[in-house]
């Protein structure tokens, strides 16, 4: 009777050890869970440097649009209509500028522009047939500028000014170039893009503030008047 009894006890033990070893993966998934989880990794926040400000020199060549406009006094005094007056004028312009001093990220810069445009046209009559000498328009300018610029060393925009000479001539196209040179004022702005560390896309939009011309050789009078030229092009560093 002992010896059942006894096995019966034995059998109770490796009941209870295996619920015991059973049970002990689930308490302590249960303590693992119910733990407060750890605080997250602080990633160390590397602060990035400043972009390059805008610095050193460029050097632009740009294709030109320059719109003349009809102008009735140039017309009147030629014997013709105005839209028998030369425009717009295609031509072309170069500059050079330097920026040595900043303050914050504005860059003020310094350089010169030189920018010529004509046009040729031949008056007609109502049936398309010549009826006097072919007209040419003509516009030089010549100056230097200042600019603000806005920006970064990889792009930035600008506004300028400049104050130079130059000439806006109306003549008979048989005539040699005549030059009849005036103050000429001149702002506007624009931007150049670098795509790559020394070539850049750059455009500009300008006007002209030319001075009134007085009669002279073979030149008729001009009136003051205000030339808007678009440009686009390349620009170097």
Do not use: C
Not at 17 to 38: D, F, M, N, Y
Not at 71 to 91: K, Q, Y
Not at 172 to 201: K, M
Request: proline share 9%; aromatic share 8%; no cysteine.
């Amino acid at each position: 009777m002992a010896s059942v009894y006894g096995r019966i006890i034995e059998r109770m033990r490796a009941l209870v050890a295996a619920l015991l070893l059973a049970g002990a993966p689930a308490l302590a998934h249960s303590q693992e869970a119910g733990a407060p989880a750890p605080p997250p990794a602080q990633t160390a926040v590397i602060p990035l440097p400043p972009p390059p400000a805008v610095s050193g020199w460029a050097v632009d060549a740009r294709g030109v649009l320059a719109k003349f406009g009809q102008r009735p006094t140039t017309a009147s005094n030629f014997g013709v209509n105005p839209s028998d007056i030369p425009g717009p004028g295609l031509g072309g312009s170069v500059g050079a500028h330097i920026f040595p001093l900043r303050l914050g990220r504005v860059a003020f810069g310094v350089g010169g522009e030189m920018v010529v445009a004509r046009r040729k046209r031949l008056p007609v009559d109502g049936a398309g047939e010549p009826i006097g000498a072919e007209l040419t328009s003509r516009f030089f300018s010549f100056s230097p500028q200042v600019s603000a610029n806005f920006g970064t060393r990889d792009g930035w925009s600008y506004i300028s000014a400049g104050l130079g000479t130059g000439s806006f001539e109306t003549f008979y196209s048989e005539n040699v170039n005549p030059d009849r040179r005036v103050r000429i004022i001149n702002y506007g702005g624009g931007a150049r893009w670098f795509t790559t560390s020394h070539l850049a896309f750059t455009v500009d939009l300008r006007f002209y503030a030319v001075s009134p011309g007085l009669p002279e050789g073979s030149l008729v009078e001009r009136p003051r008047g205000t030339l808007m030229l678009l440009s686009a092009g390349i620009s170097v560093r």
